[in-house]
Every structure is written in structure tokens, then in C-alpha cells.
């Protein structure tokens, strides 16, 4: 798990459970995306929340998830 943390003292991440986020403060969680099947069967991951595209579509929904990952990763987790 990658953490952001600002220099006001903010940390940013894609929310996971590898730690106790209680730990760092009071926590606000927030979505980033819709990861949505569409009517033909495939996915597509939208990341409005966050000011971001609309990804896909994808085959499965652990591609679509991959990609909303990355994403996050890439865009959203920066300084």
C-alpha cells in the first residue's frame, strides 16, 4: 500500500486493509470509481469521483479493477 502524505500532514491512498488506517487519525473514505457491468457482459471502471475517465470496456472485472488500479496509481496517488 502506497501512501501520499502532504506536507499539511494528509495522507492519501487507495483504501486496503494491509494497515490499520484508525492508526494515522481520523479517517474520511471516499469512492473513486465505479467498476459496472455493462448489458453485453463487459466492464468498464468510471472514475468521475475523482475527476477522471471513463475506462474500458473490459472483458472481466479483474481487468476492469486493474485498470482503475493503475489509474488511481498513476493519476490520483501523486504529489
Known amino acids: ?11 492519501r491512498c487507495v483504501y ?3 494497515l490499520d ?3 494515522l487519525g481520523q479517517l474520511t473514505i471516499r469512492r473513486g470509481s465505479y467498476v459496472e ?3 453485453d457482459g463487459r466492464w468498464t471502471a468510471d472514475l ?8 474500458g470496456p ?5 481487468e476492469a479493477l486493474a485498470a ?7 493519476h490520483w496517488l501523486t504529489a
Open 16 to 18: 486496503g486493509e494491509a
Open 37 to 39: 457491468p455493462l448489458s
Open 58 to 62: 473490459f472483458t472481466g472485472r479483474s
Open 21 to 23: 488506517l484508525a492508526t
Open 48 to 55: 468521475s469521483p475523482v475527476h477522471g475517465p471513463l475506462l
Open 1 to 11: 500500500m502506497e501512501l501520499l502524505i502532504t506536507p499539511a500532514g494528509q495522507v
Open 68 to 74: 482503475e488500479r493503475t489509474w488511481l496509481d498513476c
